[in-house]
């Protein structure tokens, strides 16, 4: 049957991939309260559309720290993508570059930074883990850098991994036919069999648990590429991000894989983008399926979106192709919403597009006495 929206993508990974890698793209932390949630809030937060505009023409053209993309709809940073399919990232890079948006590279991801630029021209961020090793991580820094990658996105939700109980029921670890490539030739690129999640001892052993605002100023003086701070949720560590520097937030509970009772990313957007106060671009990931979300996700002050789990289950659905018809049916569905709320660009989406349920009530007429 042909797939009409994002969401169908799930059920058809489901059948076609192992449980393990199932389980390990879809899984949230602990009791998931927070995977749900990040969808429920989207459903939430309802439309005040406007109505005989002339929408004829749409532009949903715009620019992410000076590159000029088709759309604010990215990649997120996955991992391992080529556990969905066999051409893995290479598949995710060529999709997103026909699509004219940003890919993020994960860092642990099982084709190289070199590799992924080799696929052809794209603008393309990198996602940064800070290994307790600082060599390691000026190294990978300086190769990303000379592969052309335009931005760091340095996760800093994960000091240690959110304890996702699937990973550990099914002793989850990387398939022994791949490597996290851009770690190979450090001898970190392969993952061991753990009594729990392989992953998270991986991440107990290598990642810095020290990691501290200080180090997002010492990243500037390894590299001259942007840094975007991806993990943010709280007005405060917003003022922190733009005072150590940060190019640009990304509103994201990392798939609610990390914290559980975190509140939904879209419920967090506004905050945050008050704290900014315009200084830095506020970007959002987590529970973006649909292009009424792409929308109500700017009209609450987002500059632009990323999708994460559509990726990996469209790829292994239908590699490639499966990826660029998530982003083409994300673009079609925005733009639809753009028509049908009356926006002809980005510009044009306001506060006043949505209504959500911190808003006061609106003014009513008082009872006739
Ligand atoms: C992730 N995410 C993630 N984030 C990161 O900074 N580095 C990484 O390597 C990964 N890997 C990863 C793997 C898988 C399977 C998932 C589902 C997520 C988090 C990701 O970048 C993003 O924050 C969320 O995926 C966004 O939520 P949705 O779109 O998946 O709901």
Not at 177 to 192: Q, S, V
């Amino acid at each position: 049957m042909e797939v009409t929206n994002v969401t169908e993508y799930q059920a058809i990974a489901k059948e076609k991939l192992p449980k393990m890698v199932y389980d390990y793209y879809a899984s949230g932390a602990e009791d998931q309260w927070t995977l749900e949630e990040n969808r429920n809030a989207f459903s939430r937060i309802l439309f005040r559309p406007r109505i005989l505009i002339d929408v004829s023409k749409i532009d949903m053209t715009t620019t992410i720290l000076g590159f000029k993309i088709s759309m604010p709809i990215m990649i997120a940073p996955t991992a391992m993508q080529k556990m969905a399919h066999p051409e893995g990232e290479y598949a995710t890079a060529r999709a997103a570059s026909a699509a004219g948006t940003i890919m993020t590279l994960s860092s642990w991801a099982t084709s190289s930074v070199e590799e992924v630029a080799s696929t052809g021209p794209g603008i393309r961020f990198f996602q940064l883990y800070v290994y307790k090793d600082r060599n390691v991580v000026a190294q990978l820094v300086r190769r990303a850098e000379r592969a052309g990658f335009k931005a760091i996105a340095l996760t800093v939700d994960t000091p240690r991994l959110g304890r996702r109980e699937a990973d550990i029921k099914n002793r989850f670890t990387l398939p022994p036919f791949l490597t996290l490539k851009n770690f190979e030739g450090l001898d970190l690129g392969k993952m061991d069999e753990a009594n729990d999640s392989g992953l998270a001892s991986y991440v107990s052993g290598q990642i810095d648990r020290t990691l501290s605002w200080k180090d997002v100023k010492w990243l500037q003086t390894i590299t001259t590429m942007p840094i975007l701070v991806k993990g943010v949720i709280t007005a405060e560590d917003t003022r922190l991000a733009i005072q150590a520097g940060a190019a640009g937030i990304i509103v994201s509970n990392h798939g609610a894989r990390q914290l559980d009772y975190v509140p939904a990313t879209i419920s967090a957007l506004e905050e945050v983008v008050k704290a900014a106060q315009g200084r830095v671009p506020v970007f959002l990931d987590g529970g973006v399926r649909r292009g009424t979300d792409v929308f109500k996700a700017l009209a609450l002050g987002a500059s632009g979106i990323f999708i994460g789990r559509p990726v990996v289950f469209s790829l292994a659905a239908e590699g490639e192709a499966g990826v660029r018809k998530v982003l083409q049916m994300l673009r079609d569905e925005f733009e639809l919403t753009m028509a049908l709320s009356g926006c002809t660009s980005l510009r044009e989406i306001t506060r006043d597009h949505i209504v959500t349920e911190w808003d006061a009530p609106r003014a009513r007429p008082g009872p006739r006495l």
